[in-house]
């Protein structure tokens, strides 16, 4: 049988790297950071989530070594065996403190997370109403439930009114976005999402895995930023990116969601409890997050300072202010190549192009991180503009 299975997935993959979207690897020889090898070569990296640069931060081994001491490598069990212990529920409280929400429950990922709660709320007599761009996580989520499945345009507010105006028959309507749009660094319009929920009596989720520990005043993501925080009644979000960048997710929300998930949601029940060593470090980069602006301030900076540098050199950006930020290229090759020439000039950044992103919407996605320094952002924005002559003299 194998012969000719093997000789279709050849096809598929000829089919994948003939269209130009063959992914590849790079295996990086050093921890994650600002500053990473690769073939024995320093490189700067922006295209990490690493937004706080805490991914390597010493305070978080320290945390994690000595949870390793205290609490073991692994958990061998699901939560609700033998799989929870105090710092468990002392990180799901301490994540309930930021959002401002009852209870959070944890989840091996986010796209664990997304991928439970939809199943769990919503039957088929119910309606869910996405935004067209929302991360794969949520929609396959979506696809697991048997909710009415409903689609906006990308941040369509006419659009979102007029899907739930044809939703009002729903037992339950539920609203759900991406807090920031991560190809684009744009924010979901929460206010008028909150707004038109409350005037078709439907729930608002967030995933504000793009937001949570940097965005807002405290930290506490995109519901915090618009003033929303208590219009929002579900937030998932992840602990991969700038709360450390290892792994996990939560849902963060009003107390009966949470319990219920607690008995009804698949990868909770079904998937083990999250190492120790994971949680404790989780719990030491909230407290980082706690104790002051100084990381968010100086992620908000290098964003600024990278987005005026570059709009000054003369590049297209997408407006904003997130420290992710589009660099546009009006041909799909020129984004590549000059991902390419910025690589052999020692910047990691990556380019994207149809279908990740719409045709004629080439990009390379820069990501900024606390960590950067002044000269790192520096010498990215002169790599552009070398690059940028490198080509047009090809
Ligand atoms: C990264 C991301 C996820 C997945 O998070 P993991 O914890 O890595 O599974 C889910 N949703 C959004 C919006 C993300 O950006």
């Known amino acids: 049988m194998y012969q000719n299975v093997k000789a279709q997935l050849v096809q598929t993959l000829e089919e994948i790297s003939s269209a130009g979207l063959l992914k590849n690897e790079r295996a990086i020889e050093s921890p994650q950071g600002p500053h990473i090898r690769f073939q024995q070569k320093e490189l ?25 001491e205290t609490f073991g490598f692994g958990m061998s069990s699901v939560r609700f065996i033998c799989g929870t212990q105090t710092i468990h529920l002392e990180l799901e409280s301490k994540i309930s403190k930021l959002l401002s929400r009852e209870a959070t429950i944890l989840f091996p990922s986010c796209f664990d997370a997304n991928g439970a709660i939809f199943e769990v709320l919503l039957t088929d007599a119910d309606a869910v109403i996405s935004d067209e761009l929302n991360h794969a996580s949520i929609i396959d989520g979506i696809r697991l439930s048997k909710a009415v499945r409903y689609r906006y345009r990308n941040r369509d507010m006419h659009d979102l009114e007029k899907q739930l105006s044809q939703c009002s028959s729903a037992r339950r309507r539920l609203i759900v976005t991406d807090g920031v749009f991560s190809m684009d660094g744009s924010y979901a319009p929460l206010q008028q999402i909150c707004d038109l929920a409350e005037r078709y009596d439907a729930l608002v989720m967030v995933d504000d895995s793009h ?48 319990d219920l998930l607690r008995q009804r949601a698949r990868p909770y029940l079904f998937s083990n409890a999250l190492a120790p060593s994971i949680v404790s470090a989780s719990l030491t980069a909230l407290e980082l997050v706690e104790q002051g602006s100084d990381l968010r301030e100086g992620l908000a900076r290098n964003a600024f300072h990278f987005r005026s540098k570059m709009s000054e050199a003369g590049f297209t950006l997408l407006p904003g202010e ?52 002044p000269k790192d952002i520096d010498l990215c924005v002169a790599a552009f503009v070398q690059a940028r002559d490198i080509l047009s003299a090809n």
């Open 44 to 68: 700067l990296n922006f295209c990490s989530n690493n937004y706080l640069g805490l991914s390597s931060d010493p305070r978080l081994i320290r945390s994690s070594q000595e949870a390793l």
């Open 211 to 258: 937001a949570v520990g940097f965005t807002g005043k405290t930290g506490a993501g995109t519901p915090e930023l618009f003033g929303v925080s208590d219009r929002v009644d579900i937030i998932s979000g992840t602990l991969g990116k700038a709360l450390g960048g290892a792994s996990g997710g939560y849902i963060s929300a009003h107390k009966e969601i949470v």
């Open 322 to 373: 997130h420290p992710i930020v589009p660099i546009m290229f009006e041909d799909e090759h020129q984004a590549k190549q000059m991902a390419e020439i910025m690589l052999d000039l020692g910047i990691y950044v990556v380019a994207f192009s149809y279908p990740v992103v719409p045709l004629g919407r080439a990009r390379i996605r820069v990501q900024l991180s606390a960590a950067h320094s």
